[in-house]
């Protein structure tokens, strides 16, 4: 299956029609008749295959030719637009409903093999007894050595009901150990953490945006209770998705009838202004927004409705400046279509979508280059100047400290992950308090020397927070679950902890917009 960039993939495709007439929108341009002129360039093109086919010196795969050039024709259109063939069509609609049928494990490839990662509480595989840092080692007797981890799911996933026979390598145990386990219907959930990471402030982590997303937050939200003081709404890395799963998420903070974000296209149906649906009067906490360079398309058109509105103070780096919207057309045999109809703007009215017209789209996606200065200046509800052109503009910008020379060797190598499965072999038993201690310290630096990790004293010296710190995550992850875990990752997050620390800053925010909205009301 061809390989695209996440934020190609993911949603980038907003289906704005989702609001008027189901999922796939507006067919009406799909079923259209082309003009004469088409219809002579069309046969042209026929033709073109046509020769190729009987003449070329290779032979030609006729699908293949067909769907790259379509892909070719949408890329010259702009770098969102974009052809499902029927396999990758399937599993994006799979995304978005926010389910599939497997065994229910996080995996990644490590050291050269398919590992779990972490097994999510009570799927098939969880309660078989799928641990942490299992390596996959067959599938169906079939060696797994070399599969991309693409490759490893595909032949996982399955049909509700089905058997996959898989071969586990586990640390300490000389054997395989070998597993039947039948495919179940697995959660895909958008909203991985919520939890309390203070006293009464909550932290909610929302990954995607799909048809789940809107009841996962509210679930979310209940979760955390009526009493909040603070939230810190994590979007960093999310690429989008779902247009009505982002006003879903944007409703529950924002009051009813408030904008949520405006479309305008060249087509008279779409054109469309999102109100908050239902909006909420009782949540009075303030919150901090964290974007980064991977939150785009629905990430923004959340964080640029909560900053315009002066809801919520938006922290970290600037956003990746997605303001066009697609429509998603079904095709014949089982394809799709996402092409974009409109662009969109905040509630001040700004177009955020970055320049792609005088760039690669490699430099594009990858935000190589010179970036343009923001083309334009607004306000948000308060009177703050607020910038479009260019992403969403964070009100505290803060970036994330690059690994270090030794922190990269380290990850790169799965160092701390290998190293805490081998450790849990020979200390049986959960410590909660997990430090590690000196000792512990001394037998990683042994890992590292047996596993020809090349350092000196002076790198793990200088770096003895940060290899604490991801040992206690690995130890957490291995024996409780990841929710546990991720709290233990973000105590070292620079930008939770300022998100922390300006949770006073942003309740002032929301105070002072709300006396500016009451004298507006007069």
């Known amino acids: 299956m061809k390989k695209y960039h996440p934020l190609t993939f993911a949603i980038i495709i907003i289906a704005i029609a989702s609001l008027a007439g189901g999922f796939w929108g507006n067919r009406v341009q799909a079923t259209s008749k082309p003009s004469a002129d088409v219809n002579e360039l069309l046969k ?10 009987d003449n070329y010196a290779d032979e030609v795969d006729g699908q293949k030719t067909i769907y790259d050039s379509i892909r070719g024709m949408l890329k010259t259109l702009d ?17 978005q409903r926010g389910n599939f049928y497997g065994l229910g494990i996080t995996i990644a490839i490590r050291n050269a093999k398919p590992t779990v990662i972490a097994p999510i509480p009570g799927t098939p595989a969880y309660r078989l007894g799928i641990r942490s840092g299992d390596i996959i080692a067959k599938i169906e007797k079939a060696s797994t050595d070399g599969l991309a981890i693409q490759d490893v799911v595909e032949k996982l996933r399955g049909p509700k ?8 390598q586990r640390e ?7 597993f039947a386990i039948v495919r179940d219907e697995i959660p895909h959930y958008s909203v991985p953490f919520t ?3 203070r006293p009464k402030v909550g932290y909610i982590r929302i990954d995607t945006f799909t048809e789940t997303t809107e009841k996962e937050i509210s679930d979310s939200l209940k979760k955390l209770g009526n009493d909040l003081e603070g939230l810190i709404l994590d979007l960093r890395g999310n690429p989008g ?3 009505q799963a982002a006003i879903g998420v944007a409703d529950k903070f924002l009051k009813s009838g408030q904008s949520v974000l405006v479309t305008k296209g060249r087509l008279a149906s779409a054109n469309h202004s999102y109100p908050a649906p239902r909006g909420t009067d009782s949540s009075n906490f303030p919150m901090v927004v964290l974007i980064n360079s991977g939150s785009a398309s629905a990430s923004e058109i959340v964080a640029g409705a909560i ?28 394809a799709g279509v996402s092409l974009t109809t409109a662009k969109w703007y905040t509630p001040s009215g700004r177009l955020i979508q970055r320049d792609y017209a005088h760039k690669s789209f490699y430099d594009y996606y990858y935000n190589k280059g010179k970036e343009t200065p923001p083309t334009e200046i607004k306000t948000t509800d308060s009177g703050r100047e607020v910038y479009g052109g260019g992403g969403i503009n964070p009100d505290i910008k803060m970036e994330i400290p690059k690994p270090n020379r030794f922190q990269t060797l380290l990850l790169s190598k799965t160092s701390l992950f290998k190293f805490i499965r081998s450790y849990n072999v020979t200390h049986s038993g959960y ?5 590690p201690s000196e000792s512990v310290l001394n037998e990683f630096r042994g890992f590292l020397v047996n596993d020809k990790v090349e350092y000196e004293e002076v790198d793990f010296s200088t770096n003895l927070d940060f290899i604490k710190r991801q040992l206690r995550y690995e130890y957490v992850l291995a024996h409780t679950s990841q929710e546990e875990a991720q709290k233990v990752f973000l105590e070292g997050d620079v930008q939770v902890n300022k998100a922390l620390e300006v949770l006073p800053q942003a309740r002032a925010l929301f105070q002072n917009a709300k006396k500016v909205a009451s004298k507006n009301d007069r």
């Open 307 to 334: 900053q315009d509105h002066d809801r919520g103070l938006i922290l970290g780096e600037t956003s990746f400046g997605k303001g066009l919207v697609q429509t998603v057309f079904p095709l014949s045999q089982g």
């Open 431 to 435: 410590d909660k308090n997990f430090g």
């Open 172 to 178: 300490g145990i000389p054997e395989l150990l070998e």
């Open 241 to 243: 998705g779902y247009l």
């Open 161 to 168: 009901g089905t058997t996959v026979n898989i071969s586990i």
């Open 79 to 95: 770098p969102h637009s974009n052809f499902f063939d029927p396999k990758s069509f399937a599993q994006f609609r799979e995304d």
């Open 195 to 197: 939890f309390f990471i």
């Open 44 to 53: 042209i093109y026929s033709q073109v295959v046509s020769i190729a086919e």
